[in-house]
Antibody, heavy 119, light 107 residues
Framework: EVQLVESGGGLVQPGRSLKLSCAAS????????MAWVRQAPTKGLEWVAS????????YYRDSVKGRFTISRDNAKSTLYLQMDSLRSEDTATYYC????????????WGQGTLVTVSS | DIQMTQSPSFLSASVGERVTLSCRAS??????LDWYQQKLGEAPKLLIY???NLHTGIPSRFSGSGSGTDYTLTISSLQPEDVATYFC?????????FGAGTKLELK
């Protein structure tokens, strides 16, 4: 069974940093494209960042480019999101997602971790 | 960025009814269109990918169609457990963009 378990969320002041982790199990992590998707309270879904299975390529939405870094450790089956210079508009539940083989849909989702940026 | 417009925003339907949800892209997305279901308090779930491919474990009452800029999710016979918000997503070009969602309720 595919399992994705996020951690690292919490309350943080504007301008500070936070690092999210996603522990994956139930599949061969190194074979799959991974991504982070977020959802602000009572709002819709927003793609944040993606990374290829090898980690060789990464993609970001413009509003987080230069502030967020997606990475992965295939030996530990773990996905990360380093978030720097956080802003109030980054407040959201962050979901870790896994793609399908050869298709980068968000096929499996974790339960999400809430990040609140506030002074 | 490609804009995704879903209609209607809210839909009320009866059990057993055939339901159609629409999603329109601001430009051709070459069938790189997914549908997701999100129940209250839960993470979203993939229903359909690449316009008409049913994800593993999804009931066959869900189906998708479309091309170019216009896409449709159909539930052939609405069930109580289908109450949820449905989002479309285009993956044709970066950034991936979601529609605002259609909230489906029981009449």
């Amino acid at each position: 069974e595919v399992q994705l378990v996020e951690s690292g969320g919490g309350l943080v002041q504007p301008g500070r940093s936070l690092k999210l982790s996603c522990a994956a199990s139930g599949f061969t992590f190194s074979n799959y494209y991974m991504a982070w998707v977020r959802q602000a309270p009572t709002k819709g879904l927003e793609w944040v960042a993606s990374i290829t299975n090898s980690g060789g390529s990464t993609y970001y939405r413009d509003s987080v480019k230069g502030r967020f870094t997606i990475s992965r450790d295939n030996a530990k089956s773990t996905l990360y999101l380093q978030m720097d210079s956080l802003r109030s508009e980054d407040t959201a539940t962050y979901y870790c997602t896994r793609g399908l083989r050869m298709v980068r849909s968000f096929a499996y989702w974790g339960q999400g971790t809430l990040v609140t940026v506030s002074s | 960025d490609i804009q995704m417009t879903q209609s209607p925003s809210f839909l009320s339907a009866s059990v057993g009814e055939r339901v159609t949800l629409s999603c329109r892209a601001s430009q051709n997305i070459n069938k790189y269109l997914d549908w997701y279901q999100q129940k209250l308090g839960e993470a979203p779930k993939l229903l359909i990918y690449n316009t008409n491919n049913l994800h593993t474990g999804i009931p066959s009452r869900f189906s998708g169609s479309g091309s170019g800029t216009d896409y449709t999710l159909t539930i052939s016979s609405l069930q109580p457990e289908d109450v949820a918000t449905y989002f479309c997503l285009q993956r044709n070009s970066w950034p991936d963009t979601f529609g605002a969602g259609t909230k489906l309720e029981l009449k």
